[in-house]
């Protein structure tokens, strides 16, 4: 599938790269078009580059890599034209760390980056989902052993169970994907950030991830 | 032990009477010395009632399960000279339910409540824990099976230890509990009420928690 990746950050190379072992066609944005970074990896991976506009309009599926502080501005310079009626994967966090360590999320207008997000594009079907692990993980769930989670929530049915044939893909299980329901449900996964900051601070180096266990 | 329960709610009953079933002298701390919720948990349980000053001077150990958004005021009523020394077990919530539901997490001062509470009484060590699950599972962690997890937070090393052996004697095994450094681990936990109210809105009616999983 034609994919678009919004960043050039650790998170957005991590899930270009296996995009593109999968096969998927993928555009890289940056904010320039001559971003050193998304050169590099658009080189090293034979894949493409170019502004948020040039990889939303080529492709069919968007995903949101950016910091969560800037993802308005980023998909507001992709283009709303771009973005209409498309897929966008929301796995961004905003975290404002002006005050220090720990950052503070930020919540937008008391709800979720996601839900402005998808306000501010009601044309194009905003799914959350992956916001809640490091970036290795996401694409290989392998890593950590047995059950966990990968919450996934969304407006839009259709976009949902797009969402999770990707995540399918990258090989998490369907006892592993949990649907919270509709986009709201990005103001919990949102939330989770401080704990997973904090764990990343007292379990050290090894992969972790939350699991919810029922009876 | 001599245990002070605050709070005459479902948490507040369900951790009294376990309390008693474990052989600790509690008694129920209420605003008024004739509460009548107290009064009936009392004579139910062959144990004690009172005022929250009654219940915290009587007691070497506290435990705090108002409502967040009075606990203050509570231990306020309860008196800085009944708390000086004492472990304070802290498993409130602060939920804005004014806004309708979802409620919104009250962080006092951007940071946590558990923080609020040890900053207003600096010669209490509060704990923070079992913040994170429904009161049935608290007291019997086999209601849901595996692996799964309670978190601790605190800046009193022996008051974590207490917490701890307390935690172990309700049913919780070592690896269940994660400790999560100081009482700022509070923030973390605190914002994972948003999900849990969300888990129990598309889980239904079963028990469930969530459990830290590592490589």
Redesign the interface.
């Known amino acids: 599938m034609k994919t678009a990746v919004l960043g050039t950050g650790e998170v957005g190379r991590r899930l270009a790269t296996k995009l593109v072992s999968l096969g998927h066609e993928v555009t890289m944005g940056s904010r320039t078009p001559d971003n050193a970074t998304a050169a590099q990896w658009a080189a090293e991976n034979a894949a493409a580059h170019g502004t948020f506009a040039d990889a939303a309009a080529a492709a069919e599926l968007v995903i949101n890599a950016t910091s969560g502080l800037v993802s308005l501005s980023v998909l507001e310079a992709a283009g709303a034209a771009n973005l209409r009626g498309k897929v966008l994967i929301d796995v961004s966090n905003a975290l404002d760390f002006s ?1 220090g360590f ?1 950052p ?2 930020v919540t937008p207008d ?1 709800g979720s980056l996601a839900e402005q997000l998808q306000k501010a594009f009601p044309d194009t079907r905003v799914v959350k989902t992956l916001n809640t692990m490091n970036n290795t993980l996401m694409v290989d769930p392998t ?6 989670t990968v919450f996934v929530c969304g407006n839009d049915e259709a976009a949902k169970t797009e969402t999770t044939a990707l995540l399918r893909s990258f090989g998490w299980l369907p006892a592993q994907i ?4 509709d986009l ?2 990005a ?3 949102e ?2 950030m ?2 997973w ?3 990343y ?3 050290g180096p ?10």
Chains 1, 2 share one sequence.
């Open positions: 005050g720990p503070k999320v008391g890593r950590v052993p047995g059950h966990h949990t649907d919270l329901g709201s449900g103001r919990a996964t939330l989770l401080p704990l900051l904090r764990l601070g007292t379990l090894t992969d972790f991830n939350l699991a919810v266990v029922t009876a």
